[in-house]
């Protein structure tokens, strides 16, 4: 038999961790965060508390939990600019119909 009998491989480690099994880093959706605290702050602070948490619960390996995160910051962000759009045309109707009625009003003297 041959001296050395046993297989060696260059590049196997049989406790090296899996990096292609690990799904890459998502998104921490901050600019939706940023644009909660513009169009309509009070869901800020849960955009904020969301786009926080992305890394830490990557970093710990609840995958599942940092792309929960991270869609819950773009979902606050853009719920937050919907709000500000209706609120603006609301507002915009409300100042259309109050015009009408003051001119309606100020051409009957």
């Given at each position: 038999?041959?001296?050395?009998?046993?297989?060696?491989?260059?590049?196997?480690?049989?406790?090296?961790?899996?990096?292609?099994?690990?799904?890459?880093?998502?998104?921490?959706?901050?600019?939706?965060?940023?644009?909660?605290?513009?169009?309509?702050?009070?869901?800020?602070?849960?955009?904020?508390?969301?786009?926080?948490?992305?890394?830490?619960?990557?970093?710990v390996g609840d995958h599942a939990g940092a792309r929960h995160a991270s869609a819950q910051a773009k979902r606050l962000g853009k719920i937050a600019l919907l709000i500000w759009a209706v609120l603006t045309v609301l507002i915009v109707l409300f100042y259309v119909v109050v015009v009408a009625v003051a001119v309606s009003a100020a051409s009957t003297y």
């Open positions: 038999m041959y001296p050395n009998s046993t297989p060696t491989y260059a590049h196997s480690n049989v406790n090296a961790p899996d990096y292609a099994a690990t799904p890459p880093l998502p998104e921490s959706n901050t600019g939706w965060a940023a644009a909660a605290l513009i169009f309509f702050w009070p869901l800020a602070f849960a955009a904020f508390n969301h786009s926080s948490r992305v890394y830490p619960l990557w970093a």
